[in-house]
């Protein structure tokens, strides 16, 4: 009897299986049977259906046990709802899409006082941008201030032009320095292969002789033809020199190529020019009796070089001696000088015939070198191609070409070569007025 | 879904020209309700049934379900335009809120037929549900280890067969009758014996004229804790022979002289998840079983 207190019910859950439940009491409600069956099965008791071969079990429904102590069985079920559709649908529908759909524009709308939203807002935006006042004149002195800045560095621009023409300028006198320096090199070189000839002093000296005198006589006629050759004989002078001491001729001799310069471009230029000739005359006076000094000193110490030979220790005895024996060997020289003249030239002018002085000493020494210059003048222009290749004459070769044609004999090595080798094209009738000595200078 | 003593010949129209036949509005969520309210009325007896009902006069009009399904069923007999279902739900005591509430069709056909059921006591049509639906099996179990054996005989207006595991209706039949042992923590209490290990099954006596189904397309996750709903391929047959195999479905005291032959009637549909969905139905109308 004490067994028969257990009462049982078949539930099958919802995998099919069937589980014994126990109860002590001959009813249950449905909810404890639910929540029995909920624990079994770990389902939720809300989501959970009972049901009995007839009836729903409830909450609130009771089961009563048969007289064998037996429940009915009962089955575990879960829903399916559905519902889908109709005018629910709709209204689902309508309210999604109303809210898709509504306004945000409220510009037509009224306030409380019956202003429309619209101007309502406006008057509220204006009263911003005033209170924004402040800030946007901040923000244009921000902007002014990046526009100096960006100004400063246009002059910065400015500047830098400036800097491009001092550097054109620069480059400008570098150039010119460079010229001035190649011209000079250029000349020293020419000069130096005049150098080897030995014999040249003898000739040296009496030029030296004769500057003292010509010197004079130029100051009385102040003529270009005179100062030109002057300028020939410190030439001379100058490469003698050399012989002795390098470096200190060949200061000297730019010195004078830069006086050679001057004088050249004087002729150019009209009377104005007459009188800044007549000043670099003068000029070149002074210098010349600075060298006639300096070359007469040298002179005596080649003397000593000398005194081996008879020949040289008489005129060196001369010399040394009396300043009017000077003048005494001079004359004689001129009686000389005569001869020379009416083989040479018949002209009678006295700046020919103190021309003719100077060249006679090469002449009377080398008598081949006299006859190899004559046969030589014709073929001279017609071998040569340019300016440049007479040039390697030599300074007195051109001298005499330029004499023996009637034109001017002064000036640079390359002035000399160019004035002869424009005889090559144009004949001596059409060359320029300039070119030629001056007649009227030579009678004087 | 509830598969009733009907099989679906074609799909219908809501249009009385093309069919013969009218529906029912949908009021909100109401479906499944106009789901079962067709396939009830498409079972003539139900339906004259219904219409015997009495409407008493001590009842409010308004909230007499009888006269509300009377009004219903007639006006799917015999109007030309979709009917509305307000009336019975107003008698059933739903207000707006219970029309947009969804519901399993299952459990609403168990309470209409409990609350009709208890309208026609006493009545010209008593027991009328009882005739339709009502079947009845056994519950047996026999104790392995003692002398001791239970039967038990229960009725059912409806089965609940698995859907998960099985490929067709007879698998879920097999699988309903198929014995269990009870052991283990699950002993059984046998009388004057205590816990005892058992055997367990059950067996049809009878089958009703009109046999309801209701296939048990849910199962619950644990791991994720909700519902998941089954939506395996099961297939049924036109006709359902609940006496192949020689009957081994019935009991062994079974009147074997009733041929227990289904047709297939009508299918109520369910479309969706756990958590809502659309119901419709299936019907073959032109059937003249009764």
Redesign the interface.
Request: hydrophobic share 25%; net charge positive.
């Given at each position: 009897m004490a067994?028969?207190n257990?009462y049982?019910i078949?539930v099958?859950l919802?995998?099919?299986?069937?589980?014994?439940l126990?109860f002590s009491t001959t009813t249950v409600s449905g909810a404890a049977l639910l929540d029995a069956v909920s624990a079994l099965?770990?389902?939720p008791a809300a989501?959970l259906?009972l049901?009995?071969?007839?009836?729903?079990v409830s909450p609130s429904s009771v089961l009563a046990s048969?007289a064998?102590?037996?429940f009915?069985?009962a089955?575990a079920?879960?829903?399916?709802?559905?519902?889908?559709?109709?005018?629910?649908s709709l209204l689902r529908g309508a309210a999604s899409k109303a809210g898709q759909k509504k306004t945000s524009n409220f510009d037509a709308c009224r306030d409380i006082n019956g202003r429309r939203l619209r101007h309502v807002n406006a008057e509220r935006r204006l009263e911003e941008w005033k209170a924004e006042a402040a800030d946007r004149q901040l923000e244009k002195l921000a902007e002014d201030f990046i526009k100096k800045k960006a100004k400063e560095a246009g002059r910065g621009g400015v500047k830098a032009a400036e800097v491009d023409k001092y550097l054109e300028k620069y480059r400008k006198d570098a150039e010119s320095c460079v010229n001035a320096v190649e011209e000079s090199v250029r000349a020293s070189l020419g000069k130096r292969k005049t150098v080897p000839k030995p014999r040249g002093g003898e000739d040296a000296k009496k030029l030296k002789i004769w500057l003292g005198k010509k010197k004079v006589q130029e100051d009385e006629s102040d003529s270009d033809s005179d100062s030109e050759m002057d300028d020939d004989e410190g030439a001379d002078t100058k490469s003698i020199i050399l012989d002795d001491g390098n470096s200190s001729h060949g200061s000297k001799s730019e010195d004078e190529k830069v006086d050679l310069g001057s004088i050249t471009e004087s002729p150019s230029e009209g009377e104005t020019s007459g009188e800044k000739s007549g000043r670099s005359e003068s000029e070149e006076n002074g210098n010349g009796v600075q060298e006639s000094r300096e070359p007469t000193i040298r002179s005596e110490g080649e003397c000593g070089d000398f005194i081996s030979d008879g020949v040289v220790e008489h005129e060196i005895g001369v010399v040394d001696e009396h300043t009017p024996e000077n003048g005494v060997s001079a004359l004689s020289e001129e009686v000389l000088k005569p001869d020379v003249k009416a083989e040479d030239n018949t002209a009678s002018a006295s700046a020919t015939s103190h021309l003719n002085d100077l060249e006679a000493p090469p002449v009377e020494e080398p008598a081949n070198g006299n006859i190899s210059p004559l046969s030589q003048e014709p073929l001279d222009l017609t071998i040569y191609s340019s300016a440049a290749e007479l040039e390697v004459l030599g300074m007195e070769r051109l001298k005499l070409e330029l004499q023996n044609r009637g034109l001017k004999c002064g000036g640079t090595l390359q002035e000399r070569a160019a004035r002869l080798f424009l005889l090559k094209t144009t004949p001596l009738e059409k060359l320029p007025k300039k070119l030629f000595a001056k007649p009227s200078g030579g009678g004087k | 879904e509830v598969a009733v003593r009907k099989m679906v010949d074609y799909w219908t129209y809501d249009s009385k020209k093309e069919t013969g036949y009218v529906g029912l509005k949908n009021q909100g969520a109401t479906c499944y309700m106009n789901s079962l309210l067709q396939t009830l009325y498409h079972i003539p007896y139900f339906r004259k049934a219904v219409y015997h009902m009495p409407t008493t006069e001590n009842d409010m009009p308004s909230g007499s379900i009888p006269l509300a399904l009377q009004s219903l069923f007639y006006k799917l007999q015999y109007s030309d335009n979709s009917v509305a279902t307000k009336e019975l739900t107003k008698s059933f005591g739903w207000d707006t809120y219970d029309s947009f509430m969804q519901h399993d069709v299952q459990e609403l056909n168990r309470v209409l037929c409990e609350k009709l059921e208890d309208k026609m006591k006493r009545t010209v049509v008593e027991g009328t549900i009882e005739k339709l639906f009502e079947g009845h099996h056994i519950n047996y179990i026999e104790c392995i280890n003692v002398d001791y054996k239970s039967n038990r005989k229960e009725s059912f207006y409806d089965l609940q067969l698995d859907v998960k595991g099985c490929r067709d209706v007879y698998a879920s039949f097999d699988k309903y009758v198929e014995v269990e042992r009870l052991e283990g923590d699950n002993k059984y209490h046998a009388e004057n014996h205590g816990l005892q290990d058992a055997k367990k099954g059950v067996l049809f006596l009878d089958f009703p004229p009109v046999l309801q189904l209701q296939l048990k397309r849910f199962e619950y996750d644990y791991m994720r804790d909700t519902m998941v709903k089954i939506n395996d391929r099961y297939e049924f047959p036109l006709q359902l022979d609940l006496d192949r195999d020689d009957g081994k479905y019935l009991a062994p005291d079974a009147d074997r002289s009733i041929r227990n032959l289904y047709a297939l009637h009508s299918v109520l549909v369910h479309s969706g998840g756990v958590h809502g969905g659309h119901y419709y139905a299936f019907i073959r109308p032109t059937l003249s079983d009764q």
């Open positions: 067994e028969a257990q049982q078949l099958r919802l995998d099919g299986r069937t589980r014994c126990r099965s770990r389902v989501s259906r049901v009995t071969g007839r009836l729903d048969s064998d102590g037996r009915p069985s089955s079920l879960l829903r399916l709802r559905g519902g889908k559709g109709g005018f629910g | -």
